[in-house]
């Protein structure tokens, strides 16, 4: 379960001028069903009064609120949606890219696809909210530190060459 951060809401169609919705929460998951059922911020409750869908895209989890002040002031929440970004290029998440696509095969839920999620070995078409769910999912997996090892062997114009002493690797 995710625990404290700021999170990203996109809409399923554009609500006046705003298409997303960035806000911080202690418990994401709770907040997120505020919203959803008309009970949370101003601008969303409107949102879903007019019938429209709110897609949880990514989480920075472990953010505080002048991250999600950062956030807001820099602007440009479509740069930061995946949802966005991937109609107009792919997108990298986890092994494989969300992509736009225009293809007429529906998603396992049954809903027209308007993404594809592509693999080196599938190509999956996804409706909307299962793509905002893959994205929600991926972006707020943390990446695998990559771990470097290095060993100091002797030098080999040493006259008596030893063996490697496995206690040198670090």
Known sequence: MVRGGVYLLHFSRPFRHA?????????????????????GANLTARAVAEGIELLLVRIWEGADRAQERSLKNAGAATDRCPLCLAR??????GNGCLEACGDDAPCACGQPAAF??????Q?????????ARL?????T???????????VLPDPA???P????????F
């Open 162 to 169: 030893l063996p490697p002493d496995p206690s040198l690797c």
């Open 123 to 131: 190509r999956r078409p996804l409706c909307e909210a299962c793509a």
């Open 158 to 160: 040493s006259p008596a």
């Open 19 to 39: 298409k997303h919705y960035l806000g911080w929460a202690r418990r994401i998951p709770g907040r997120v069903a505020h919203h959803r059922n008309g009970t």
């Open 116 to 121: 594809a999620y592509r693999t080196a070995r």
């Open 135 to 139: 994205t929600a999912k991926e972006m």
């Open 88 to 93: 107009s290029r792919p997108v990298r998440l």
């Open 141 to 151: 997996r943390p990446r695998p530190r990559r771990r470097t090892v290095a060993c």
